[in-house]
């Protein structure tokens, strides 16, 4: 049931990694839905990611299972708020950091 929701979490937090690769001109873009390897890349420029952003590299496994039905446990209602929360934690970190580059 909360599958297709934690999917969407899971790409909100893609898209908001890749924009700010964007924002530091760093290009190509890679072609993954793995978070770990957009926080590890993200990491060699920005120095102080703060922890909660690099735990959002757990949500990567959501980009598999809920486009793959069966592949695991079905996705808890306690499950879900977190990823819905990490991915707004990431959004608004994003915003922020993006927006602030914009006034300098």
């Not at 793995?34 to 757990?58: F, R």
């Not at 486009?67 to 970190?93: H, N, S």
Request: charged residues 25%.
């Amino acid at each position: 049931m909360f599958e297709t929701h934690c999917f969407h979490a899971q790409q909100c937090v893609e898209k908001c990694l890749k924009a700010m690769m964007v924002d530091l001109k760093y290009l190509p873009i890679p072609r993954t839905h793995d978070l770990s390897q957009l926080l590890n890349i993200l990491s060699n420029t920005i120095k102080d990611i703060p922890e909660g952003i690099m735990e959002s590299a757990s949500l990567s496994l959501y980009a598999v299972e809920s486009r793959y039905p069966g592949f695991d446990d079905p996705v808890t209602e306690e499950e879900w708020k977190e990823a819905i929360q990490t991915a707004k934690t990431v959004l608004d970190w994003a915003t922020f950091e993006i927006s602030s580059k914009e006034n300098d």
